[in-house]
DNA sequence: TAGTTTTAAGTTTTT
DNA sequence: CTTAAAACTA
């Protein structure tokens, strides 16, 4: 009866001592230190039942961040299961938290509540408008070096920012940013954790009412908070509140947008008092997989250094499979999930895990040859087409009619005569009525010839129309239609756009009035493009908001907020079962019985300038990939892959020598330095398309080989044969710093140069000399 | 100035 | 290979 093991509720009963310590802890900050599959979102999500539920406590005094939408949803999903006021509780990203409050408090530091959330493109655009002709990579480091700046709550007269850059004239360019989008009106995603601070340490009457509000609050994945989210943080928690965080310095991911692992070691210094609790049994891998991970994350300096123990002993060895090159994996990949889903008829027990979104085309296109279905999660793709931008540009004007980047974006698209030198006098006109573009358009048009003003006025007048529609709905409301009914579809207008219900009544009658619609059309019938089927989705997507000004802000800031798409279709469990294309970061948090983790090469995992600090992040990286997998793990290496087009010959992954041979199955030709393994000539045969392929291995020879030779398997002199480029004879053999080099000359005269481990499927060796 | 053709360049990872 | 920038023509 002292250990609380005995009459518990189920829901209780279920935690080991760790958790149950960890959700009954109440009083001084809490820091739950929990290793990958140690159930701290049963953890969280648990807390936050037994706070309303044995505790009395009011669900919306409960604040609980997470860092991806996704999160949130399923902590939500899972607290309500065990209790269903949890519902109340606010649950939020850091940023859709920010965006929340700065609609209702953005006013005391200046800004409008109808503010719009700029994308990372649209902040390129802002700035380029202030660099007028500087080149787009300068471009793109000084938008990067001031999303970074704000992650680290710096401002431009902020001493500290030489951190960041020391140039110079990053200060002035990131002041002028800034006045800029003040006097747009809308906001960055770094300001909407950077702006609540700066409001809540200004006003203490707000500060005060917050810390009023919210008795507890949790963060999850607390390891990828940055300093501004850790100010907010601190912000929020008055001295009254109950603060616990949960993270593992091991899965610290998002280095690279600020995130401070810092924050985590340095948690217990900040909030003085702090408690700390370790979960360290992993319910989810089995042992053979949590211990190859382990073993490569183990190679990092600077980590907490905990102890994972799988609860789950025996399961096969990971399989390490070396494959030619990226169309074989592709087909590997597709052949060992329909063998094996065949057994289990489950896709989607499965997982293709890949460091860059780039990578998911080849398996793509073989899923889709072989007829396995599959689905891609994050593919933010969508929101970033140029269609789906111009049309948000659109809507985003229809709000705030300073914006000026969506204004500069759509006035003179389609093309209707005004050009860079009109459109920046209606720009400045602006700056005498505040800031209104449309105003500004409209006080500058009668200087224009003919053909500019009456292109200015179709523009004009279609933004008109759409803010009409949204103060008056009723007058937009088809009248021969006046069904209630839910399911009405008006038909087809000449663009072949279908407007619904609600707000897709104003974003078809917008995309296809402002001429955006026809115009992608065109392109559509040149190019062969699924734009207006893009248009259309959006439409329809908009169909779920009302037909009013509140709506399309809400519509607008869940687009910024959450681009997942791949929600939608969660109710029907066929197209549900599916195998999962995934990048590695994407997949923190999710779990699968069957991984497949994708182009273990040097160069691509880790990519090839990591170093250092950044090297121990992909180590990480690679830990949670490993971990998702609950009952196998596959880890494919390729010799060749194709970058840019070109097919490039590639070492494996430092990653892979990390792991110890006796804790993997080695499957395929082992490249040149796996030791054991056989190697990758011998045996006769054609791979792949492009590769050099080799017949038997020939003799010594009277000559005694280099060093070089005997580790490449090659000799100077040899006759060889490449399908890509013929008949050649090996020039040189030398040991370069990737391994062995073998240097050939083909009777066409060409001469190229093969990293002996990975001309991997080999060449065919013609005959000695 | 608008639209086309040619040439060069470039691929992290995400809220 | 795909996209962006530059150069070119109508």
Redesign the pocket.
């Known amino acids: 009866m002292s250990n609380g093991a005995e009459n518990l509720p189920p829901y209780l009963e279920i935690l080991n001592p760790e958790q149950r310590q960890a959700v009954f802890h109440t009083g001084k900050p809490l820091l739950i230190l929990a290793g990958a599959g140690s159930g701290k979102t049963r953890v969280i999500t648990t807390k936050i039942a037994w706070l309303i539920r044995e505790k009395g406590l009011n669900p919306r005094s409960i604040l609980a961040v997470t860092?991806?939408?996704?999160a949130a949803r399923e902590m939500a999903e899972r607290a309500r299961l065990i209790d269903e006021r949890a519902g109340d509780a606010m649950l939020r990203?850091?940023?859709?938290f920010g965006a929340w409050f700065l609609r209702r408090y953005g006013n005391l530091a200046g800004l409008d509540s109808g503010f719009v959330i700029y994308?990372?493109d649209d902040t390129l655009s802002l700035l380029s408008s202030i660099m007028n002709d500087s080149?787009?990579?300068e471009?793109?480091q000084i938008a990067?070096d001031i999303?970074r700046a704000k992650?680290y709550f710096l401002s431009p007269g902020d001493a500290a920012l030489s951190i960041i850059d020391r140039r110079k004239k990053f200060r002035s360019l990131y002041a002028q940013y800034e006045e800029k989008m003040t006097r747009i009106g809308n906001v960055d995603?770094?300001d909407?954790?950077k702006k609540p601070v700066e409001i809540l340490r200004k006003e203490p009457d707000v500060a005060r009412r917050f810390r009023e509000r919210f008795a507890v609050i949790m963060v999850d994945e607390y390891q990828d908070a940055n300093v501004a989210q850790f100010e907010l943080l601190k912000e929020l928690c008055g001295p009254g509140v109950y603060v616990c965080v949960v993270g593992d310095d091991d899965q610290s991911?998002?280095?690279?947008?600020g995130a401070e692992v810092k924050n985590i070691l340095e948690f217990p210094d900040r909030f003085p008092g702090t408690e700390i609790i370790r979960l360290e049994r992993n319910y989810r891998s089995t042992a053979p997989i949590l211990s190859a991970a382990s073993s490569v994350v183990d190679h990092n300096r600077g980590r907490l250094g905990k102890i994972l123990k799988a609860e789950r002993s025996g399961g096969r060895l990971p399989a390490l499979v070396f494959l030619p090159d990226q169309d074989e994996e592709a087909a590997f990949c597709a052949t060992l999930i329909a063998n094996m889903a065949a057994e289990t008829a489950s896709w989607s027990d499965w997982a293709v895990l890949?460091?860059?979104?780039?990578?998911s085309?080849s398996f793509e296109t073989e899923f889709l040859r072989k007829g396995i279905p599959y689905k891609l999660?994050?593919s933010?793709k969508f929101y970033e087409r140029?269609e789906i931008k111009d049309a948000l540009a659109l809507l985003s004007f229809l709000v705030n009619p300073r914006d000026e980047v969506a204004f500069r974006r759509m006035v003179?698209k389609?093309?209707?005569?005004?050009?860079?030198?009109?459109v920046d006098r209606i720009i400045e006109e602006s700056a005498l009525c505040g800031g209104d573009l449309a105003e500004a358009a409209r006080r500058v048009a009668p200087e224009y010839s003919s053909k500019?003003r009456s292109?200015l006025e179709i523009f004009l007048k279609v933004i008109e129309d759409g803010r009409a529609a949204l103060e008056k709905p009723a007058l937009t409301e088809n009248t021969e239609t006046k069904q209630p009914s839910k399911k009405r579809r008006s038909s087809k207008d000449r663009e072949g756009l279908v407007s619904g219900e609600g707000l897709s009544i104003c974003v078809a009658r917008l995309v296809k009035d402002s001429g955006i619609a026809e115009y992608h059309q065109m392109k559509d019938e040149?190019a062969g493009n699924q734009r207006l089927n893009n248009l259309q989705e959006l439409v329809n997507a908009a169909s779920l908001y009302a037909l009013s000004r509140k709506g399309l802000l809400e519509f607008l800031e869940h687009i910024?907020?959450?681009?997942?798409i791949e929600d939608r279709s969660k109710d029907s469990s066929a197209e549900n079962n599916a195998v999962t294309l995934?990048?590695?970061?994407?997949t923190k948090g999710l779990e699968f019985r069957r991984v497949i983790m994708t182009g273990l090469e040097q160069g691509v995992f880790p990519?090839e300038?990591?170093r250092g600090e950044?090297l121990e992040?992909?180590r990480r990286?690679f830990y949670v990939g490993a971990t998702r997998a609950m009952d196998e793990l596959y880890l494919c290496s390729c010799a060749l892959?194709?970058?840019?087009?070109?097919p490039t010959p590639l070492e494996p992954s430092l990653f892979l020598r990390e792991i110890d041979k006796s804790g993997l199955r080695i499957i395929g030709k082992a490249p040149y330095g796996f030791g054991g393994a056989s190697s990758a000539r011998g045996r006769g045969g054609l791979y792949g398309k492009g590769g050099m392929v080799s017949s038997a291995g020939g003799r010594a020879g009277g000559r005694r080989k280099s060093g070089a030779e005997t580790r490449s398997g090659w000799r100077r002199g040899e006759r060889l044969f490449h399908d890509d480029y013929g008949y050649g004879s090996v020039m040189e053999v030398r040991d370069g710093k990737e391994g062995p080099v073998v240097r050939v000359r083909f009777e066409t005269g060409k001469e190229l140069r093969f990293l002996s481990g990975h001309q991997g499927s080999g060449f065919v060796k013609i005959s000695d000399e």
Not at 67 to 70: A, G, P, Q, R
């Open positions: 860092f991806t939408n996704k990203t850091f940023h859709s994308d990372n080149p787009k990579a471009l793109k990067y999303a992650d995603f770094g909407l954790i991911i998002y280095r690279f947008r890949y460091r860059i979104n780039a990578q085309l999660v994050g933010l140029e003179n389609p093309a209707r005569g005004l050009g860079p030198v009109k500019a292109g040149i910024e907020l959450d681009r997942s995934i990048t590695f970061h994407n990519r300038d990591k950044e992040e992909e990286l892959r194709r970058i840019f087009g070109r």
